[in-house]
């Protein structure tokens, strides 16, 4: 059984539009991360949340915004969807703390028409 | 910025050779380095760790550290087809942060 869940696997989004990135985690971890990874980039860290709380915003813009509905809940909103944030969303998770691995979850594909 | 430099960008080996991947990173405070294996349409899987200068084998994979010369190199003996995949190294800086290296696609040809 899958650990980590991201829905949906693949979405189209036109320019302007709003979505939402769906992610549950069952590993019992209290940490969750959001990374993002594009053709044109490494795979890159964008936020991370310990017990609920948001630790680190490494996104340059608010129209990326977390969500923590439930303790292994963490959703991602993007408003005014652009062309530029087509990519692959992936979501982790793991026990608080710098000595333990993270755990990805199989991503979310957005392309933005 | 913590940045990481991975290379060769892409390797084919034929199977049972050893591999070697290298990652150089920037900024020695790093607390450690992570290397993750990639499949197609997958997300990453963390293989292999290291917190200290030295190495530290787990079964075919031995990693390398050497932070005097912001230095970590991956090495696979026996390779098998089944490896083909990219390989990650990510550098994991005080705030749980993991930094990623563009990686290194690995084809092993049987």
């Known amino acids: 059984d899958p650990k980590i869940i991201q829905k949906p696997k693949y979405l189209v989004a036109v320019t302007g539009s709003e979505k939402i990135l769906i992610c549950e985690q069952y590993?019992?971890?209290?940490?969750m991360y959001w990374y993002r990874q594009s053709a044109k980039k490494p795979l890159e860290f964008m936020f991370s949340?310990?017990?609920?709380?948001?630790?680190d915003n490494q996104t340059a813009s608010s129209r990326f915004q977390p969500q923590s509905s439930k303790k292994n809940h963490l959703d991602l909103q993007i408003t005014a969807l652009k062309p530029d944030d087509s990519a692959t969303y992936f979501c982790?998770?793991?026990?608080?703390?710098?000595?333990?691995?993270?755990?990805f979850g199989p991503g979310t594909r957005l392309t933005v028409l | 910025q913590e940045k990481v430099q991975q290379s060769p960008e892409s390797l084919i080996v034929p199977e049972g050779a050893m591999v070697s991947l290298n990652c150089s990173f920037s900024d020695s405070a790093s607390q450690s380095i992570w290397w993750y294996q990639q499949h197609p349409g997958k997300g990453p899987k963390a293989l292999i760790s290291i917190f200290s200068n030295g190495n530290k084998k787990e079964g075919r994979l031995t990693v390398y550290l050497n932070r005097a010369s912001l230095h970590v190199s991956l090495h696979i003996k026996d390779s098998q087809p089944s490896d083909s995949a990219v390989y990650l190294c990510?550098?994991?800086?005080?705030?749980?942060?993991?930094?990623f290296g563009k990686g290194t696609k690995l084809s092993v040809k049987s």
């Open positions: 590993l019992g971890h209290n940490a």
């Open positions: 990510a550098v994991r800086g005080s705030n749980a942060k993991l930094t």
């Open positions: 982790a998770s793991s026990h608080p703390g710098l000595d333990y691995e993270q755990y």
């Open positions: 949340y310990s017990y609920q709380k948001l630790m």
